[in-house]
């Protein structure tokens, strides 16, 4: 089994269980540009592999992920001057970081996530995806998005739903 290599994952496989870490721990493993679509290629890729039985998903550092790069934020609208391209552009954005942590939740594998100290925004989104999470101690959430002008629509409003129980 030949595994692959990423530039903001870490990927190891031990006895049938893969472990997935996200690796930018100078920037609290915040999500940027180059991780998203390696999120969607590493988790298609442990779907397909008959070696791999389950998967844990964790967080290399301090922190467990503090969501969406702030830095890759700024370029989600596209260069065009015209609002409507504008919005266009970012939906698509959007649409594609959608489909990038589906491949998460499509994964056939149970997908157990580790979540440690900080998990804000994209992190509780990533972390929805999963089958079951076990938070440490320290762990806290926050929803951010609502802070800069966002919605959170990359996960978090579609699933979390099916994961809280009414009335909480």
């Known amino acids: 089994m030949a595994i692959p290599e990423f530039e903001t994952l870490t990927l190891s496989v031990e006895e049938q269980v893969a472990t997935v870490a996200l690796n930018r721990p100078d920037k609290a493993n915040s999500m940027n540009a180059v991780m998203w679509p390696e999120l969607q290629a590493c ?35 596209g260069e065009s001057g015209d609002p409507a391209r504008r919005a266009e552009a970012f939906r ?12 998460i939740e499509q994964c056939r594998k149970p997908v157990l996530a580790a979540i440690h100290n900080t998990c804000i925004g994209g992190g ?17 959430f926050a929803i951010r998005e609502i802070d800069i002008g966002m919605t959170a629509d990359v996960g978090t409003l579609q699933r979390m739903p099916k994961l809280v129980a009414d009335g909480i």
């Open 43 to 77: 988790f298609e890729w442990l779907d397909a592999e008959p070696g791999v039985r389950a998967v844990v998903l964790a967080g290399n550092g301090k922190h467990f992920c503090s969501g969406l790069d702030l830095a890759m934020f700024s370029g989600l609208g």
């Open 92 to 103: 698509r954005n959007v649409l594609r970081m959608q489909d990038n942590l589906s491949a």
């Open 124 to 140: 509780v989104d990533l972390v929805c995806c999963c089958d079951m999470r076990y938070a440490t101690e320290d762990a806290w």
